[in-house]
């Protein structure tokens, strides 16, 4: 049996990149709070959706939509009559997001919706270090409002995280491609320019260009030396650059740290206006941690009135591998080790009440004798054992050994367990 290509296992005790489950689970708790503070409010939506909230959401001829989505008929429905819809594992959160805000009315229960989500995402692309066929984005969308106020704090809630995480190497690029004309006269700029340089461009990527021109200049200008490449803002009417320009005042103003990169268009269709991205040297030939922008028209390719909406997503395993934040242990509070074999279950009763208060406690219930479980408590990543013997604990008295001082001091416990209510108390503040 083998695991299916370009998916991971994520297992407890930690891979080559420093990942395991417990720092999966820190990270993620540590994501979740970033997102709570600035009052998001989490949503969750199925895996599976219909192939037509990507169709219609995405763009039929984005990568994601054209080669990448993993669609699926069940073979028991497979009589469906021409043109029924697919099945499909979600690529991206922010369709099914406005998918479910339409069915669901939510625009009726809050004007403003300030939503986040974090869940597994499946694209079939060539995996690679930090692309996965199936990884997983903490997203966050603001749906109901053009403000540009909401533009600076979702920006700042992307740049908290790269904070929080220590992510020390990045560079945060913003840009406006305006609106749907102002995009479509840059396409023809940019084929205009690029098809001066016809000789030195890849034939593949020449194809790119004739099929979508802000495709080639996503996927491919970086390849090619160009001066003087077609610059977004040149084309942008005038609301889009008075936007753009008020924004970056904002942004100087609370001391933002941003680059323009003006030719920095999204490979998904919804965008309008601001989209941004982060990337980091340290992450290889896929470096981008982070990505969003605004999408004004996404409702609309669902039939609904124009509603103004901005978000952005951010890969897990991408922020994981280059945070450096994540030598987080896995640490046990107690290991408790009983001298005697009868005193196995006077011990198993102290380490469920040791729980109750909170600790994180290993017992040995394979009955090994003192020095095995010495030992074991040694190779644990406890960080005190207790030592429970007949004698002391016939006046109700264990022995505390700090694992790292070699320290050992005698506690009694028949006075309610107030050390460990007090430790506790300590430790939880720390
Ligand atoms: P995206 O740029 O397609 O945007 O993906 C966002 C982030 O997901 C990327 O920057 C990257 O960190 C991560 N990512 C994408 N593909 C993979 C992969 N194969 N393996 C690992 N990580 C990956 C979106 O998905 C938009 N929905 C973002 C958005 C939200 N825009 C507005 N709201």
Do not use: Q
């Given at each position: 049996m083998k695991i299916v290509k370009g998916f991971r296992d994520i297992l407890p005790y930690g891979n080559k990149n420093n990942e395991s489950s417990f720092i999966w689970g820190s990270i993620t708790d540590q994501l979740k709070r970033i997102m709570s503070?600035?009052?998001?409010?989490?949503?969750?939506?199925?895996?599976?959706?219909?192939?037509?909230?990507?169709?219609?959401g995405i763009g039929e001829d984005t990568d994601i939509v054209s080669k990448e989505m993993y669609e699926f008929v069940l073979e028991r429905d497979s009589s469906l009559p021409e043109g029924s819809q697919k099945y499909c594992l979600r690529p991206e959160g922010t369709a099914p997001i406005v998918r479910s805000v339409i069915e669901n009315s939510l625009n009726k229960v809050k004007s403003i919706n300030k939503l986040f989500y974090l869940g597994p995402m499946f694209r079939y692309e060539r995996s690679q270090k930090g692309r996965y066929r199936m990884f997983h984005q903490i997203g966050a969308e603001l749906i109901g409002s053009d403000q540009i106020l909401y533009e600076v704090e979702m920006l700042e809630m992307a740049h908290k995280i790269l904070k929080t995480l220590e992510i020390k190497r990045f560079s945060f690029q913003i840009n406006s491609i305006g609106n749907q004309k102002?995009?479509?006269?840059i396409a023809e700029a940019v084929r205009i320019f690029v098809k001066k340089h016809k000789n030195t461009i890849e034939d593949n990527d020449y194809k790119i260009l004739e099929k979508n021109p802000l495709r080639f200049l996503d996927k491919a200008i970086h390849k090619y030396e160009f001066d003087n490449i077609p610059k977004t803002v040149d084309y942008l009417d005038?609301?889009?650059?008075?936007?753009?320009?008020?924004?970056?005042?904002?942004?100087?103003?609370?001391?933002?740290?941003y680059q323009i990169n003006n030719q920095l268009v999204r490979g998904i269709d919804y965008y309008n206006d601001l989209v941004f991205e982060a990337t980091s040297?340290?992450?290889g030939a896929q470096d981008a941690l982070l990505a969003g922008g605004?999408?004004?028209?996404?409702?609309?390719?669902?039939?609904?009135?124009?509603?103004?909406?901005?978000?952005?997503?951010?890969?897990?395993?991408?922020?994981?591998?280059?945070?450096n934040n994540n030598n987080l242990k896995n640490s046990l509070d107690f290991y408790i080790i009983f001298k005697e074999e009868d005193l196995v279950q006077d011990s198993l009763i102290l380490a469920f009440k040791l729980r109750d208060l909170g600790f994180k406690v290993e017992i040995d219930l394979e009955k090994r004798s003192f020095i095995k479980q010495i030992k074991l408590a040694d190779k644990?990543?406890?960080?005190?054992?207790?030592?429970?013997?007949?004698?002391d604990f016939k006046k109700s008295d264990v022995t505390i050994k700090d694992m790292n001082s070699g320290e050992e001091k005698i506690i009694n416990i028949r006075n309610n367990f107030q050390f460990f209510i007090e430790l506790n108390k300590v430790e939880s503040n720390a």
């Open positions: 503070s600035f009052n998001y409010e989490e949503i969750i939506t199925p895996v599976v959706e219909y192939d037509s909230t990507f169709k219609k102002s995009l479509n006269n005038k609301k889009s650059l008075k936007r753009f320009n008020e924004l970056i005042k904002i942004l100087d103003n609370i001391k933002f740290p040297k340290d992450l605004r999408y004004d028209t996404l409702f609309e390719k669902f039939n609904k009135s124009e509603t103004s909406s901005i978000g952005f997503a951010a890969g897990v395993e991408r922020l994981i591998l280059a945070s644990s990543n406890a960080k005190r054992s207790i030592i429970i013997s007949k004698n």
